[in-house]
């Protein structure tokens, strides 16, 4: 992956933070999460929106936004629905396609600054308002607006606190008002599927006819998502490591922590790497005459020495033992409870982090009973 040309990149703009919009709040830590909402939630939600917007006068302009990244990050769209003339009216629609690949945030604030825009361009045609309140249901925008200091585009940032600048200088106030998204508020709806619209035409841009200013924020992602993928296609491919590839199949950089002694861990490593000391291994390097077992019944491989090998059965019983009380404890579904090499060594990526943790620590303790030479 390529970066954008600099002259795409987002100028540095040293920012004076201030609060020009007037916070209100119709909802608390009680509505819960988007995606995580429980139906009593939702509706509550919702009665709370709908109280408020029915206890604004005729004198405001209802104004809901909305961003959205296909992907996220991937194409973007912004939205804003503007009721003119009440709820109860036909409201105008704008849509804007913004950029071929960047987040939701991008589109939150983008989607703002659009409807902020069109206030400032038609207040002679809307002189009967003296409010505009804007309903967004992005927490992050909003503080951003609000004197939070931005994640990048600062440009835009700007652009919005001059169109509220503007607005104000025509006694116009603004009101940003945080709301719930996804708990079935029409106009709110009507917002999201603009601005998915948007995202969809942002999507079938070629890369010459995205002129998008890009932020350094964004720039490293593309650069740290193109090394990903670079790195991920090699380790499909490359003739060794295999092993490992069946373990790990996906790459990554974050690293599998626990609380044992460094040599625990380097134990582990050389198991989940192949380049042990145990006898399969130590004699393809000539450490060994044979690759045998000490057992006798096989020969000294990672799986016979870990799953089978009877010299180890009390240390093996404890680890199945602590791994099915994991589980159970866990109510892990009984299509993830296979108890194998890749259960034991992987990073078994389906299950919650603290069941993979205590999957690392039981193998820990495993190795250190076992008192194998790995």
């Known amino acids: 992956m390529i970066p954008p040309p600099t002259d795409l990149l987002e100028p540095s703009?040293?920012?004076?933070?201030?609060?020009?919009?007037?916070?209100?709040?119709?909802?608390?830590?009680?509505?819960?999460?988007?995606g995580r909402r429980s139906a009593e939630q939702a509706n509550l939600a919702k009665v709370k929106t709908r109280e408020y917007l029915n206890s604004l006068p005729n004198t405001t302009l209802?104004?809901?936004?909305?961003?959205?990244?296909?992907?996220?990050?991937?194409?973007?769209?912004?939205?804003?629905?503007?009721?003119?003339?009440?709820?109860?009216?036909?409201?105008?629609?704008?849509?804007?396609?913004?950029?071929?690949?960047s987040s939701s945030y991008h589109g939150e604030l983008a989607a703002i600054d659009l409807a902020l825009e069109y206030c400032v361009t038609s207040t002679g045609s809307h002189h009967q308002h003296n409010t505009v309140s804007i309903q967004t249901d992005c927490q992050s925008a909003k503080a951003t607006i609000l004197g939070g200091r931005p994640n990048g585009f600062h440009t835009l940032v700007?652009?919005?606190?001059?169109?509220?600048?503007?607005?104000?200088?025509?006694?116009?106030?603004?009101?940003?008002?945080?709301?719930?998204?996804h708990v079935n508020i029409a106009s709110n709806e009507m917002s999201d599927k603009a601005a998915k619209d948007a995202a969809l035409e942002a999507s079938t841009w070629c890369k010459e006819e995205d002129n998008?200013?890009?932020?350094?924020?964004?720039?490293?992602?593309?650069?740290?998502?193109?090394?990903?993928?670079?790195?991920?296609?090699?380790?499909?491919?490359?003739?060794?490591?295999?092993?490992t590839h069946s373990l790990f199949p996906s790459v990554n950089t974050k690293p599998m922590r626990t609380n044992f002694y460094m040599a625990t861990d380097i134990k582990i490593n050389r198991l989940q790497s192949g380049h042990t000391l145990l006898p399969s291994h130590a004699h393809k390097l000539g450490f060994t005459p044979t690759d045998l077992c000490s057992c006798g019944r096989d020969k000294g491989t990672i799986p016979h020495v870990i799953l089978h090998c009877p010299i180890y059965n009390k240390p093996r019983e404890t680890l199945i033992t602590e791994l099915e009380t994991i589980?159970?404890?866990?109510?892990?579904?009984?299509?993830?409870?296979?108890?194998?090499?890749?259960?034991?060594?992987?990073?078994?990526?389906?299950?919650?982090?603290?069941?993979r943790l205590s999957i690392r620590k039981a193998t820990g303790r495993f190795i250190s009973a076992s008192q194998a030479k790995i």
């Open 13 to 34: 703009i040293d920012l004076t933070y201030w609060s020009p919009v007037t916070q209100k709040s119709i909802t608390n830590e009680e509505l819960g999460r988007s």
């Open 62 to 101: 209802i104004v809901f936004t909305d961003g959205s990244a296909l992907g996220n990050p991937g194409p973007c769209g912004a939205a804003a629905i503007i009721h003119t003339h009440g709820l109860d009216m036909e409201p105008v629609i704008l849509g804007k396609p913004i950029s071929s690949n």
């Open 158 to 181: 700007s652009n919005i606190h001059s169109h509220i600048l503007k607005l104000e200088q025509n006694r116009v106030q603004v009101e940003l008002i945080w709301v719930a998204g």
């Open 212 to 243: 998008s200013v890009k932020t350094v924020q964004e720039v490293k992602t593309h650069i740290r998502q193109g090394i990903m993928a670079d790195w991920q296609r090699s380790w499909n491919i490359q003739l060794e490591g295999r092993f």
């Open 327 to 355: 589980f159970r404890k866990a109510n892990t579904p009984f299509h993830l409870r296979t108890i194998d090499i890749p259960t034991i060594l992987g990073p078994n990526d389906a299950l919650p982090p603290d069941v």
